[in-house]
Each structure stands twice: as C-alpha cells, then as structure tokens.
C-alpha cells in the first residue's frame, strides 16, 4: 500500500484514515514473520539433531563394516552406503545453514532494524501531531481582545504545522520503503531457501544415480544369495539327516552306535582320535574335569578351549604304555603311564575305552616304526586342519538331485513350461504354486516381491513337493493360466517382455499382468440369473461295495446349472483300477477302536466293528452331479452318508462332463463361476472365476450358503481344493447348516479331502446343526478309512497336548512319533487318491 505525499500536506482523513491501516498492517506483518523466524529455527535445530544422529548411524554402519572385514561383500557394501549416507548427511547440513541464512536470519533483520525503524518514526509523528492539535486549540481560544496571545498563538501554530509538515513526509516516506522492502525481502528470503532446496535434492539425485548401479547389481547377487541360501540349506538337512540315520562315519557316536568307533593312525591331518575325557586332577582332591584330548604326532594332548594352548600329557608315546583301570570306583577308566607320570582318564562307555586304549596302543606301534628322531623333530603346532570330528558330507546328494530332476521333468513337460510364463525364458525351474506358472529366476524375484498374496514362489529343484501340489502344477500350466491372464494383451503399450529384456520392463509387465490384471477378457457380466437354468445328472454305479444296511428313501434335489458356451478342455472316462477298501487291516482298527471304547460307549452303537460293516463301504450306486446342458440332476443328499462315493474321494465310474471354459467369464458372476467351476472340477474355469475378482471364499445364499470348496468337495476333486486352499480357501468356513468342508467330505465319503483338510488344520470338533462333528457323521456312515483317520487325528492332538506341544487344535505340528506316523498315514491316502484319480 502506497501514501501519497499530497494527503499527508493536507492531512486529511483519508491520510489519516490510510496511515491508521498501513500501521495495523504492519503490526500484523511483524507478528507473522516473527512467528515464521522462531518456525525456522525449530526446524533448524530439530534439523541439527537430525543430522546428529544420522552421523551417529553413519559412524554405526562404519563400525559394522569394520567388524565384518572378513566378508569383502558386506564390507564394501556397507562402506560404500556410510560413504553415501555421509554425503547426504553433509547435504542436509548444507541445507538447514542456507535456512538458517536465507529465512531466519534475513527476516529477523528485516524485523528487527527496518520494522523497529519504522515503529520509531510513528512515535515522532504522533508527538508531533499531539502538539499540532494543541496548537490549533490555543489558537483558536486566544482573544480578540489581547494581541499579544493572538500573535504568540498564531506563531505557534506556524512552527507546529511546519514541522508536522515535514515529519509527515519523512513519515510517509518511511512507509512507502517499508512497504516495498517487506516484498523484496519475503520473496527473496524465500526464494534462497527454494533454491537451497533444489541443490540439495539434486545433489542427492546425482549421488543415488551413481550409486544405482551398484544397488542393482547387489540386488541380483542378493537374489542369486536366496538360492545359494535354499541349497545350503537343503544340504544341511541332509547332513543333518544322514548324521541322525548313522551314515557319516565320523559322527557314529552321534546314533549312540558305538560299535562303530574308529580310529586312523595314518589321518592326512596327523589327528589319530580325538574326543571328550574326564581326567583325574593331581591335586589333593582328585577332582575330574573333562578336557578335549587327542592323540597327534605321537602325542597326547588335551585343552579346554580353542583359544588355549595344547597341554601335552605324554610328549613321547613311545615311552608309555596303556591299560584299563578296574581297580577304582568310576566305570570306563583308563590309565597311560610314562616314566614320570601317570594320567587317569575315564570315557564315557566301554567302547569308547577300548578305541581310546586301542588308539594309544597303535600309535605307540606308529611311532616305533617311524625314525628314531621324527618324534622329536616334529614339534606340536595347532592347525586349521579339520578335525576328525566336524560334520561332513559323505551322504551322496544323488538321492536328492533325483527326486527334483523328476518333478523338474514332469511339470516342464506340461504345455507351455518349457519356457518361462511372463519372459519366455527357457528352462524355468521356479513356480507360482497358486497361479500354476513356471518362472525363471528373475521372474520369480518379481513374483515374491509381489507377497504371498498375490503369488506363492517355490523351487522345483531345492523345496520338496506334496503330490497334490505337484499334480495341481500338472493341471494347470502355463499356457492355461496365460490364455486366461494374457487373453487380451495386443494392444499399445502392453508388448509382452522377452529373457532378455530389463528387469524394470518385466517387473512392469507382471504387475500389469497380475496386480492390475489388464489384460483380462473385457467382457460384460451377464446376470447369472437370466440365461436359461439346465440340468444334467449321471448315476454312476459304485465298485466293490459292501453290503449295508438299507438306508431311508433318497432324496433328490435339482441342481440349476447355466449353459457353457466355449469349453477348454472335455472330461474323460476315467477308469478305475481295483483297490481294497481299507488302508487299514482289521488288527489294526480294533486296535486304534480300543483306544477311544471308554469315551465312545455312549455315543453310538457298540456293533460298529471290523464285522459291523466299518470295513466295508456304501451301497451299490452314487450319484455324481455335473454341468452342461441336456438332461436333470439326480443330486445325493447329504443327510445320508450312504449316498457318498468312495472313500478315495474322487467320482467313480465313468462320468460325462462338460468343461468350462474361459468364455463363461461373459456368463456367470465370478462368484457364481467360481462355484460351477470347482463343482464340475474344471480348473481353468476356476482359475478365470478368481482372476476376474471371484472371491475365494463366497458364499452362496441360494445354495445354502456353500462355498467353492464345499463344491469342490460336492465334485469330488481333491486337486480342486488344493487349488482353492492355495488360493486362501478357509478350510473351517461353515454353510448355513453349520457345516464346513470337513463334514461334508465326511458324509460324502471323500477320504482323500478329509486327509486334506486334516492336514491343512480342519477343525474336527466343530458340530453343525445337527450337533454331529465329522466323527459321529463318519461312525454313523460306517466308514471305516474316515472313522480311523479321524480317530487317529484325536489321538494325535490328545498326545500333543499331554505334552505341552503348541499349534492349534487339528494342525500337524510336532515331531513325536504318533505324529509322524499320523502325517504318513495321511500322505498315503492323498497319495493313493491322487493314483486312482
């Protein structure tokens, strides 16, 4: 705001008026900037104390790359990073002097020396302007009557307004500078501390963009470190293992079968034997200590740690000899004794003594028949030779490298893996266990980036592999899964990366592939409810069923199914081969039936035996539903477990099925496809639901509130629901008869998808409306392979928790024996439904 000059000679009210605003404003201002000063340096000092303490992790970084001078990567690594974080530690320093000069200080000055200025020239003005009023007053009160006061009055008043005059104008004056130097100063304080802020962000730029090359490069050896770190790992449970079964011959004593100690007088590394003794102290108590001995270089020593020195118990074993002790008190004693000494040494059972007696013994003979002077000419020096006592590894790795060249081979032979999904790598030995793709190193990199909830990331040579995952991975394939993810990808700016585009291109093309899923079929959901409802229905006959007795009238209900348009694949004839029944052998059920009489006596009927018709199965037929078009269903109801398949779990006989194929996203809500497609077992059906948004775990409200999994479970398809749990299937989700995967692989006979469930942590005490858990519906259902797996569940978790083992109720954890044991008898049920499917 600007004041003419012209209003302050008139000192009108307009000036007056002017002035009054142009000191409010000014008042105001100074309040803001001293605000805005004292802002500026709290966030100098709290920036100083940043810096502080990023020196401080600086100087942290440097002393952990000091302590890890023997591993040059980490040691060059982390001096390179404190070399860069110290440059940007420098840079914020740089940064907070420039606010400290360009704001705090330029506008403190401004404040302090322009603004009090001003504050000064106004309190002159308003003196002056005080006298200027008086002077008028007196002026105009001086009578007519007497001259003398109406002259000394009115030369007052000259002065007065003559000076109000001039002080007026320097006023004025003072606040025209005033009001433009505030502008000049704000903007340039300000424009300083933008400019401070743009150096620094481009020195940090030009720092990290040198640097980037080298981040890059430690990321591919990070993730080449993530299998070197999975191999080494594999390898040392397999040591492990081999040491457990005995077959490392140095670490016999580790099995406790100590008939197998042996010693090597001609060892490369001059170490005949070595272990833990108690010796016998020469003091007046005879305390025992056990010391670290062996015999080397026609010695014996012993120490207690590394660090310290070998003391020589005999220095020339020729001299000395060797005999049991029988004569004292403590077991497994032994005495060597020289010339000037003797040592009393006790192991720690009797096989140990007699190797250590017979080590000394031959390497006295050793020593004897080398030169008479070796023995001295050789002095006792500590090596870095290992000892006879460290792990190795004399397991052959082949058993291993078979087994993950097989499910290499197999899964590679499946159509579109001989290359990888998203690059077309050739040779991919990664997989995505929920999507079903085979992946190259670097892809795979990209997917686990992505979480576990997008994609799960395994080795096919370093992790081992269920065989219902590995089938599942034999279902699907890459090319399945792409015409699914990749149906639309033609157009601009979604060209598919090859092996050997950048990491930046691939990892782009994955997110848009998976994460925003662009390249989806576009296509517009129809209601589900609008295209016309079919049916179709296929009695299957039942093999090798035993008679039963006959159950209630079976009821029947119609299942609507919507038409397919396009299918992938067809459903074959599936042929069966003959199995027994029963896993189990009658000894071995009355047996584990006997275990649970006590509790079970009231529960059900006492008949229920190995000749009750618990090792038998259904009666003569099942019916099986499907999807398609042409006929109606006959559905079994699960009230009656008579009605169910055979216990493997899997459809028997031949049963005609319609697939579905991708073109039913137009058709069906996902959620609705999702359960057709896991009922009429169609995996690419079910792959597409999910990958179009079907949520994994929805329920059906028309449908009694089932899931996709109880569907599957309805299909009959225990590589359905391992899709499903890979996908985050609930495994415990209850229908609206309270009934949850578990009880409806129960009525349902499925033997396979409870084994499943168990294993995956089904809660097998959970009771549906009926207050019936999966026990009573299987003992009520006479089956005897789920009567016993259940069974054996419980004990299981009753054995767990007698021994205060964690994991929660049904999950298989713990290694004790029945444990064990539990989890191999599930395998083989899975193993055995997988063959026969």
Sequence with gaps: ??????????????????????????????????????????????????????????????????????????????????????????????????????????????????????????????????????????????????????????????????????????????????????????????????????????????????????????????????????????????????????????????????????????????????????????????????????????????????????????????????????????????????PTKSCML???????????????????????????????????????????????????????????????????????????????????????????VLLCIECSGIHRSLGVHCSKVRSLTLDSWEPELLKLMCELGNRAVNQIYEAQCEGPGSRKPTASSPRQDKEAWIKDKYVEKKFLRKAPMAPALEAPRRWRAQKCPRPHSSPRVPTARRKVRLEPVLPCVAALSSVGTLDRKFRRDSLFCPDELDSLFSYFDAGAAGAGPRSLSSDSGLGGSSDGSSDVLAFGSGSVVDSVTEEEGAESEESSGEADGDTEAEAWGLADVRELHPGLLAHRAARARDLPALAAALAHGAEVNWADAEDEGKTPLVQAVLGGSLIVCEFLLQNGADVNQRDSRGRAPLHHATLLGRTGQVCLFLKRGADQHALDQEQRDPLAIAVQAANADIVTLLRLARMAEEMREAEAAPGPPGALAGSSPTELQFRRCIQEFISLHLEES
């Design 1 to 338: 705001m600007t004041v003419e000059f012209e209003e302050c000679v008139k000192d009108s009210p307009r000036f007056r008026a002017t002035i009054d605003e142009v000191e409010t404003d000014v008042v105001e201002i100074e309040a803001k900037l001293d605000k805005l000063v004292k802002l500026c340096s709290g966030m100098v000092e709290a920036g100083k104390a940043y810096v502080s303490t990023s020196r401080l992790f600086v100087s942290g970084v440097r002393d952990l790359s000091q302590q890890c001078q023997g591993d040059t990567v980490i040691s060059e690594c982390l001096q390179r990073f404190a070399d860069s974080l110290q440059e940007v530690v420098n840079y914020h320093m740089i940064l907070f002097d420039q606010a400290q000069r360009s704001v705090r200080q330029q506008l403190h000055n401004f404040v302090k020396e322009d603004v009090r200025k001003f504050k000064e020239t106004k309190k002159q003005f308003d003196k002056v302007r005080e006298d200027l009023e008086l002077s008028l007053v007196r002026n105009a009160q001086a009578p007519r009557h007497r001259p003398h006061e109406v002259e000394e009055a009115t030369g007052a008043l000259t002065l007065t307004r003559k000076c109000f005059r001039h002080l007026a104008l320097d006023y004025v004056l003072q606040i025209n500078v005033l009001q433009a130097k505030k502008k000049f100063e704000i903007l340039d304080s300000m424009l300083s501390f933008m400019h401070a802020q743009s150096s620094f962000f481009q020195q940090g730029y030009s720092l990290l963009h040198q640097l980037d090359p080298y981040m890059k490069k430690l990321a591919a050896e990070l993730d080449q470190l993530v299998i070197d770190s999975a191999v080494e790992k594999r390898e040392m449970e397999r040591k492990h293992a081999a040491i457990q079964q005995g077959r490392v011959p140095s670490l016999q004593d580790f099995s406790y079968d100590e008939s197998k100690v042996e010693f090597d007088v001609d060892a490369p590394s001059g170490v005949v034997m070595e272990g833990y003794l108690f010796k016998r102290a020469s003091n007046a108590f005879k305390t025992w200590n056990r010391r670290w001995f062996s015999i080397q270089n026609s010695q014996l020593v012993y120490q207690k740690k590394l660090k310290d020195a070998l003391t020589v118990v005999v220095d020339d074993l020729r001299l000395c000899s060797v005999k049991p002790c029988e004569d004292i008190e403590r077991r497994f004693c032994f005495e060597v004794v020289s």
């Design 346 to 436: 006790q192991a720690d059972s009797e096989k140990l003594r007699q190797a250590w007696v017979q080590a000394v013994q031959a390497s006295i003979a050793s020593a004897y028949r080398e030169s008479p002077d070796s023995c001295y000419s050789e002095r006792l020096e500590r090596t870095a030779s290992p000892s006879t006592s460290s792990i190795d590894s004399a397991t052959d790795p082949r058993e291993r490298g078979v087994k993950g060249e097989s499910v290499l081979q197999r899964v590679q032979s499946v159509a579109g893996n001989s290359q990888c999904g998203d690059c077309g790598q050739s040779d991919p030995r990664w997989a995505s266990i929920n999507l079903g």
